[in-house]
């Protein structure tokens, strides 16, 4: 996900921490420029500052995903910014039309519940089993993290399963996709292996998140 960041997102975030400060604003720069984005992304004031910006220098769907993300997991104990920059990516794919109930874009299977991605990994091989591994993981934590209300609601009215359901499958299937070697190739086994042992810390961290910027009078655990 930093890796997506551009010029412009920089510029903004040396711009909202530097408040008006031409000071401030140069050591920002020289900052950026011999450490690199990662201690000014870490800045703690720059969740707030970007949900309070009111000015056409609104910030990127990347730049404000990996900062919500980023200081909710830290605030979880959570410090490595690769599981930052993975998270982040999964919230900004998941949330572009129906990307969140496939296993990728051109998967032509639609699964709206956790039972149907286990039926298919029991009948898929190859590289794509590691897909649905993978999505078994993705899809839960996108759930429980995100919607818990409406995961309790369902299982009020519906006896549907709740969130420790979807934290063991969710746990399940980042563990799976960690052992598998595709998770190796695609250099994602470090974050699959931390998925898997701080799965609650995860779920509680976009449940703070959820609750902080998409629905501020819900509850998170």
């Not at 008006?20 to 011999?34: F, I, K, P, Q, Y």
């Not at 769907?61 to 919500?68: A, G």
């Amino acid at each position: 996900m930093r890796g997506r960041l551009t010029a412009r997102d920089l510029d903004l975030v040396v711009l909202l921490l530097s408040q008006g400060s031409a000071t401030r604003r140069g050591m920002l720069e020289r900052r950026l420029e011999t450490e690199g984005p990662d201690a000014l992304l870490d800045q703690e004031e720059l969740a707030e500052r970007l949900l309070a910006v009111r000015t056409l220098l609104a910030p990127s769907e990347v730049l404000f995903l990996y900062v919500m993300v980023r200081q909710a997991l830290v605030r979880a104990g959570v410090e490595q910014r690769e599981v930052a920059d993975y998270l982040a990516a999964l919230l900004l794919e998941f949330g572009q039309r129906d990307r969140a109930v496939r296993v990728d874009w051109n998967d032509d299977h639609c699964h709206r519940y956790l039972v149907d991605i286990l039926a298919d990994l029991e009948s898929t091989q190859g590289d794509r089993r590691f897909r649905v591994m993978l999505h078994l993981g993705n899809y839960a934590l996108w759930l429980a993290g995100l919607f818990p209300q409406y995961i309790e609601a369902r299982r009020l009215r519906r006896a549907g399963p709740d969130l420790g359901y979807y934290d063991a499958l969710g746990r399940r299937g980042f563990a799976m996709a960690s052992d598998h070697e595709a998770a190796d190739r695609y250099c994602l086994d470090g974050v699959l292996e931390t998925a898997t042992e701080r799965y609650p810390a995860l779920r509680l961290a976009l449940n703070e998140l959820s609750e902080r910027v998409l629905f501020p009078s819900g509850y998170s655990q």
